[in-house]
């Protein structure tokens, strides 16, 4: 099992918002079924309760959409047009909130928000990143196939060394799920490990990091 260089890493958790996980979220119902077959809440607050306990930087990268967004743009993907009928993450709204259990603690650092996948994109997480000089991320969240595996292939054309939590992100179908952690994350992951793995996996990181101290 690898460890981590504690100071250089960091959890990004993406899209833990109420529309997406939260009852009477308006995509809820759609990703229920895999997120409570994989367990996919309760293991992101496990990754978010090992991270805060072993001292790595937490950023939070939520979606928030505008009334303008979407609607009269030229290109649209299927899933712009879906957000926009569906009014999804809109800013000021319940469901762009945190869910209750993924609220920021202080020193926690929240990305300019995406708008369509990639957590890098038009938001300022690699500045956040590389002004504290981190080069590991650990990511966990929604959606596997959307959001999750865009911003790790992002962070892996940057020069990061990526991680993402198997157990920790969920889909709208197990099919969808499985294709992306067992046909895609393969080609160009880092590393793919389930949260009782990186359990492991900080706690020596941080048994290395207290004897080299």
Known sequence: MTGYPLERTALVVIDATNDFISEGGKAWPALREVCEEVGTIANMKRVLTLAREAGIQVLHAPMSTQPWDYG???????SHDGMFHAQLFQAGT????????FVPAEGE???????TFDAFHGTDIDTQLR???IDHVIICGLTTNTCVDSTGRDAVE???DVTFVS???GTFTMDIQRATIELNWPRYA???VTTDELTES???????????A
Request: glycine share 6%; no cysteine.
């Open 190 to 192: 880092h590393q793919i």
């Open 167 to 169: 157990d920790a992100v």
């Open 158 to 160: 940057r020069g990061y």
């Open 131 to 133: 002004q504290r000089d």
């Open 72 to 78: 009269p743009w030229k290109h649209r993907t299927p």
């Open 202 to 212: 900080l706690s020596l990181s941080g048994d290395a990091t207290a004897a080299v």
């Open 94 to 101: 319940w469901g762009a909130e945190f869910h209750p259990d």
């Open 109 to 115: 650092v929240v990305v300019t928000p995406h708008k």
